[in-house]
């Protein structure tokens, strides 16, 4: 055992955050599975008793976070991994969401990622082998997209906060990876979302959106796990990676499309000399 490592996981519950418990556990690795409701987390304890904790958190809730840390380091001696997952989807366009909608989104995809690095950060330097942070966000930050706009640009602020972390941590053998995940059958579009009141303005376009979405078959969580794993284990891992086969393709199909626009606009950008 005194090679298991501690892993701290928010947004435990479902998903992407279940399945990496499940992988963890599987390895022989301990972990602090963190959770708004910790109930549907019940099984899991009961067949890993001594390598579980559950974990009652609210991320956005920042005092809670930091106390919340300190249990979870406390309750297997320290932190290895963290994982930076717990979020939750906004679906509607820009206008018809409200300010107390954009609010609670933000706070938890965003704010309340930046919490939780705030506060394991400490427990991940001191960490035998330097501590790794893995920042869930998404394929589609690199750019806005109808209906999913706040999530994108939460995803977004989060990649970019990340890569500033990451070079500011890595002096103190702290890994932070950005992991870019494509569409896994998570729940986010159905237990995971919030809706704004449709405005009737905007459903031609939406019914356009809603059949580009189609009814392809999402794969499960647990196929992202083994990916996630052994970037956990890498004494180098990458700052950034697309977690996906069809996601990779779908992402550089759109940075070439982005080069694209950018190179046919290039003769307007070089007219200003800064």
Do not use: C
């Not at 706070?107 to 950060?121: E, I, P, R, S, Y």
């Not at 905007?202 to 796990?225: I, K, N």
């Amino acid at each position: 055992m005194t090679d298991a490592r501690v892993w701290f996981i928010t947004g435990a519950s479902r998903g992407l955050g279940r399945a990496f418990a499940e992988a963890a556990l599987a390895g022989g690795d301990r972990v602090v599975a963190a959770a708004r409701d910790v109930s549907v987390l019940e099984d899991l304890a009961e067949k890993h008793p001594d390598h579980l904790v559950a974990l009652s958190l609210d991320v956005s809730d920042r005092r809670q976070v930091f106390d919340g840390v300190e249990r979870a380091a406390a309750a297997f001696g320290g932190l290895d991994v963290v994982v930076n997952n717990a979020g939750g989807m906004l679906y509607g366009m820009v206008e018809e969401a409200g300010e107390e909608q954009i609010r609670a989104h933000m706070d938890v995809n965003f704010f309340g990622a930046v919490w939780v690095a705030q506060a394991v950060l400490p427990h991940l330097r001191a960490a035998r082998n330097g501590g790794r942070l893995l920042q869930v966000t998404s394929m589609g930050s690199g750019g806005g997209m109808a209906t999913v706009g706040f999530y994108g640009a939460g995803k977004a602020a989060l990649d970019s906060v990340s890569e500033a972390l990451a070079m500011e941590v890595e002096r103190f053998g702290v890994k932070v990876t950005v992991l870019q995940m494509g569409g896994y059958d998570t729940g986010l579009f159905t237990t995971g979302t919030t809706a704004t009141e449709p405005q009737e303005r905007y459903q031609p376009l939406r019914t356009e959106m809603e059949a580009m979405w189609g009814d392809a078959v999402s794969p499960a969580p647990e196929t992202a796990a083994p990916v996630v794993m052994e970037v956990a284990s890498m004494p180098d891992p990458p700052r950034r990676l697309i977690v996906g086969s069809q996601s990779f393709d779908q992402v550089m199909e759109l940075r070439r499309a982005q080069e694209e626009h950018y190179r046919a606009w290039e003769r307007l950008s070089r007219l200003a000399p800064g």
